[in-house]
């Protein structure tokens, strides 16, 4: 057998391989503590459409100067966006505080 052709088969088996496998990215949403109700659901909804695609969503939510001292709303804001996605998306990472950010990652249910 020649191994030039032998080369040629393993490299195009690899690729084809290579075209199957399912890129996942993670996707990012920024929200703040100020962000009114129509503008979280707008972000939803591309939320919705990262998720659908297949892709991890990371929602982060990032305080302001005094903000810091109302971290309850913030984690009622991240249950609002957990409860409207629930249908297609499960939480990876509970909403977690870090410096001056929330963070909560979801992954897509399929």
Same mark, same amino acid.
């Given at each position: 057998?020649? =191994?030039?052709?032998?080369?040629?088969? #393993?490299?195009?088996?690899?690729?084809?391989?290579?075209?199957?496998?399912?890129?996942?990215?993670?996707?990012?949403?920024?929200?703040?503590?100020?962000?009114?109700?129509?503008?979280?659901?707008?972000? #939803?909804?591309?939320?919705?459409? =990262?998720?659908?695609?297949?892709?991890?969503?990371?929602? %982060?939510?990032?305080?302001?100067?005094?903000?810091?001292?109302?971290?309850?709303?913030?984690?009622?804001?991240?249950?609002?966006?957990?409860?409207?996605?629930?249908?297609? %998306?499960? #939480?990876?990472?509970?909403?977690?505080?870090?410096?001056?950010?929330? =963070?909560?990652?979801?992954?897509?249910?399929?």
């Amino acid at each position: 057998m020649d =191994f030039g052709k032998y080369l040629y088969k #393993v490299k195009k088996q690899l690729q084809k391989q290579r075209s199957k496998q399912k890129k996942h990215e993670v996707k990012g949403i920024r929200l703040s503590l100020r962000t009114d109700t129509h503008d979280i659901e707008t972000k #939803v909804k591309k939320a919705r459409k =990262f998720l659908e695609q297949g892709h991890s969503l990371k929602v %982060a939510l990032i305080f302001k100067g005094r903000e810091l001292s109302h971290f309850d709303l913030a984690v009622e804001k991240m249950h609002v966006i957990i409860k409207e996605l629930e249908d297609v %998306a499960k #939480v990876d990472q509970a909403p977690k505080k870090q410096g001056y950010n929330l =963070f909560m990652i979801l992954s897509p249910l399929k």
